[in-house]
């Protein structure tokens, strides 16, 4: 039956479906784990590097994490050249408002201009969603920390704990049972960790596998955005339980 439906995304089948954008949402199914934590102090973003051949060289900078503006910044799980499309779009957003009226764009404001230019993709011919979802993690006077996730379909919603990628209903149920009001950023990193270690497909959790950022008020109140080194993960994986120590050589 929805063969019929399934070439145009402008045409809904007869139980109210639009199957390419479900289509789309398939494809991020496939992609690495990504999952965000808000906490009282802080947002913390952890994300799962898909490493498809030992032939490949590994990325310098980072494949998972993005800094859209100094007070915000995202996870993706999905296509990358579609993410670098709407991260650029995001950034161009966030700099217009920051000249307009001289003060940082509030960040559901820059997630819902985001999630609108998504939504286009779904409504008119010849235009294919985007196969992307974002984690968005950011601070501004009005609201505090957020956490925001956003879909192909251009919806997007507030979290206090959320998943996205490659097993992220798993990662969902497991974060509804862990997760508390009070977290502080240091238990959401442990929190996040655990969670990505047992819902990762692979087997071994190690530094170059996962990225880990996180957003916080520095001491002096600036907005803080912070990619974790490979040290310091490595050290933060054994401190968590999640990875033995490695064995010191002779």
């Known amino acids: 039956m929805s063969r019929r439906y399934d070439s145009r995304t402008t045409i809904f089948s007869p139980e109210g479906r639009l199957y390419q954008v479900e289509y789309a949402m398939e494809a991020i199914g496939n992609a690495g784990t990504a999952i965000g934590v808000l906490s009282k102090d802080g947002v913390v973003l952890v994300g799962e590097k898909k490493v498809t ?52 764009m509030p960040v559901e404001q820059l997630v819902q201009s985001l999630c609108d230019t998504k939504q286009g993709y779904t409504q008119f011919g010849g235009l294919r969603p985007f196969g992307v979802s974002f984690l968005f993690a950011g601070w501004d006077k009005n609201f505090g920390f ?8 251009g919806n997007y919603g507030g979290w206090k704990a959320a998943a996205i990628g490659a097993n ?15 977290i502080t950023r240091e238990e959401a990193v442990h929190l996040a960790l655990k969670v990505l270690s047992k819902t990762m497909d692979s087997t071994s959790l190690t530094s170059d596998k996962l990225e880990l950022a996180e957003v916080f008020l520095s001491p002096s ?17 054994v401190k968590s339980g999640v990875t033995q120590p490695a064995a010191e050589t002779s």
Do not use: F, W
């Open 168 to 182: 992220n209903q798993a990662a969902q149920s497991m974060l509804k049972q862990d997760y508390k009001d009070d």
């Open 53 to 104: 051949s030992k032939l490949l060289q590994t990325s310098k900078s980072t494949e998972k994490m993005y800094k859209i503006d100094d007070h915000v910044a995202c996870a993706v799980a999905g296509i990358m050249s579609d993410a670098n499309i709407l991260i650029n779009t995001a950034r161009v957003q966030a700099q217009r408002y920051t000249y307009g009226y001289q003060e940082p």
């Open 221 to 237: 109140g600036k907005v803080k955005y912070q990619v974790c080194s490979s040290e310091s993960l490595s050290k933060l994986l």
């Open 146 to 153: 957020q956490l925001y996730t956003s879909d192909p379909s």
